[in-house]
């Protein structure tokens, strides 16, 4: 089994940070592409950033400039930095990965999603 659990969400005051997590965990082998996706109240998930080994790639430029997407590939964690928050920002954090696990290849996870909630 593979699990991605998030952590790091929360409530800020606008023009604050935070800092999200997530760690993947269990039978993998390899790890691709992980990403932040993330769902506003009465809107659709949609990409915040991805990355892939050796490449970094962010999406929306409303993003662009105040988060910051890293992973570390030693401990299988990918990490979203989150500055200059505007109330805009509120939503539903969502932690996705590419994971190679034998014998069944590549398969997709998500995680449980963490709230972030921008307060003015």
């Known amino acids: 089994q593979v699990q991605l659990v998030e952590s790091g969400g929360g409530e800020v005051q606008v023009g604050g940070s935070l800092r999200l997590s997530c760690a993947a965990s269990g039978s993998i082998s390899s790890i691709n592409d992980m990403a932040w996706y993330r769902q506003p109240p009465g809107s659709q998930r949609e990409l915040v950033a991805g990355?892939?080994?050796?490449?970094?790639?962010n999406y929306a430029d409303s993003m662009k400039g105040r988060f910051i997407i890293s992973r570390d590939n030693a401990k299988n964690t990918v990490y979203l930095q989150m500055n200059s928050l505007k109330a805009e920002d509120t939503a539903v954090y969502y932690c996705?990965?590419?994971?190679?696990?034998?014998?069944?290849?590549?398969?997709?996870?998500w995680g449980q999603g963490t709230q972030v909630t921008v307060s003015s």
């Open positions: 996705y990965a590419k994971i190679y696990v034998i014998p069944f290849g590549w398969r997709t996870y």
């Open positions: 990355t892939i080994p050796g490449d970094t790639i």
